[in-house]
């Protein structure tokens, strides 16, 4: 799973990745989201399901990934898509933290393992560390960087996550 606030490239995330053409519900945005969905200089586009791609890991296994919708008005998709969500990504702009909160509340209370990616269309506003404060992070997430834009930056950001996962698992293996 994918999640983050409107335009944080959730959508640009799944297409540099999958194998597939992705599955996408992006639509031209209208006058009706005028004052609802809080806009972005220059896009023309939301996505108002979800977007959907695939990896192949080896012959028997596949990632499945989801990109949710942002907007406010579309969260309560949201619970859906993490019904048996294994691990999920918190796509960030550093422009807009405020719009990962609810993201980030979401996944911790379906108890969902994640990790935040700082997306950098711009150069950054805030460094990393200013990013784990602001998100009140705990060390354990990882925060990592990444450009949604470049397939082997958003490769590395899905190594991430289930590098984070194989740790967390590994953890509770070895708890008596």
């Known amino acids: ?82 019904s048996g969500t294994l691990g999920a990504v918190v796509l960030v702009d550093t422009r807009r933290l405020a719009d990962s909160w609810y993201a980030i509340d979401r996944l911790e209370h379906h108890g969902t393992p994640f990790i935040v990616a700082r997306n950098n269309f711009e150069p950054p506003v805030h460094d990393l560390g200013q990013v784990r404060d602001a998100l009140d992070l705990s060390p354990e997430v990882p925060l990592i960087d990444c450009d949604a834009r470049r397939r082997d930056s958003s490769k590395q950001v899905l190594i991430s996550l289930v590098d984070h996962l194989y740790s967390l698992s590994t953890a509770r293996e070895n708890q008596p």
């Open 1 to 82: 799973m994918i999640v983050g606030g409107f335009g944080v490239g959730k959508t640009t995330m799944v297409r540099s990745v999958s194998e597939i053409r992705p599955l996408s519900t992006e639509e031209t945005m209208t006058q009706a989201g005028v004052g609802i969905d809080k806009g972005l200089q220059g896009k023309t586009t939301t996505t108002v399901a979800f977007d959907f791609g695939r990896i192949s890991l080896d012959e028997r296994m596949v990632l499945y990934l989801f990109g949710a919708p942002g907007q406010e008005r579309f969260w309560f998709l949201w619970d859906r898509l993490f």
